[in-house]
């Protein structure tokens, strides 16, 4: 999605759980000042768009990355429920993942959400995770495979299909192309067949299941830091990216 159909979800989603869900809105955002919340798809939109500087436009294209992205068919939740949906066995499943991965020339990047899966049998959330890798050591699409699968008790789904990116090769992009940060449905027997939601109720109860967590909180790295205001390698770094840190961060325009 470009951000002005992120823009547009922010708008729908607002409306939906005021006039809908009668729930509490997500904070005001406005262009030079984002609100920084995780259900927010502009805000999502602009760290994307941070993210997809790095890989092209800093010191992403001297390095060759992995990239894949699964959907978790055990990790889910029915239509219709405004629950807080259980996404903490998520994040540790990509901390783990980034941790095994990790040498002292490597670098990460793991994100996670919800994800509507559409199938024969109807309509369902489920949680879904994206990793981009460059360093030496273990292949980190079969890692991830085997940690999914050893976490979850099921085969990991591919979402998109894992590719290679060459060094030298300025076309690194986050594979689900906002899929993690906005809210968008899935055929399930379709590999990237992705479309945007911009029905007010199902945007709300998203919403909801989300609960209130800040953008970052979805965002695992390991091996880069933000310096003089943009993101850059920094091996043996394992902290949080500091998202306000990050100049242009508010408020970026792209498509």
């Not at 406005?30 to 941070?50: F, H, N, Q």
């Not at 007010?200 to 209130?212: C, D, Q």
Request: proline share 5%; charged share 25%.
């Amino acid at each position: 999605m470009d951000y002005t159909q992120t823009e547009y979800q922010r708008h729908k989603l607002d409306r939906g759980l005021k006039k809908i869900l009668f729930a509490p809105s997500i904070p005001r955002c406005d262009d030079g000042k984002p609100c920084m919340d995780g259900r927010c798809p502009m805000c999502g939109s602009d760290l994307a768009a941070s993210l997809e500087d790095f890989l092209n436009r800093a010191q992403g294209p001297e390095r060759t990355w992995t990239q894949a992205a699964f959907v978790l068919h055990t990790q889910t939740s029915e239509m219709g429920n405004r629950g807080q949906f259980p996404l903490g066995p998520t994040r540790d499943a990509v901390q783990a993942i980034s941790s095994t991965l990790q040498t002292r020339n490597s670098a990460f990047i793991g994100t996670f959400g919800l994800l509507v899966e559409k199938g024969k049998g109807g309509q369902k959330k489920a949680a879904a995770i994206e990793i981009c890798y460059s360093g030496g050591g273990r292949d980190p699409v079969g890692t991830a495979v085997e940690i999914l699968n050893g976490r979850f008790g099921a085969p990991a789904t591919p979402l998109c299909g894992a590719r290679r990116v060459p060094a030298g090769e300025r076309s690194a992009t986050l594979l689900a192309d906002e899929l993690l940060y906005g809210y968008q449905c899935h055929a399930s027997k379709a590999l990237e067949s992705f479309e945007g939601i911009f029905k007010k109720r199902l945007l709300a109860e998203l919403a909801e299941n989300y609960g209130t967590h800040r953008i970052g909180d979805r965002l695992i790295t390991h091996g880069l830091s933000v310096e003089r205001g943009t993101i850059s390698l920094s091996p043996g770094n394992f902290w949080p990216l500091p998202l306000d840190a990050i100049k242009n961060f508010k408020r970026r325009r792209w498509v």
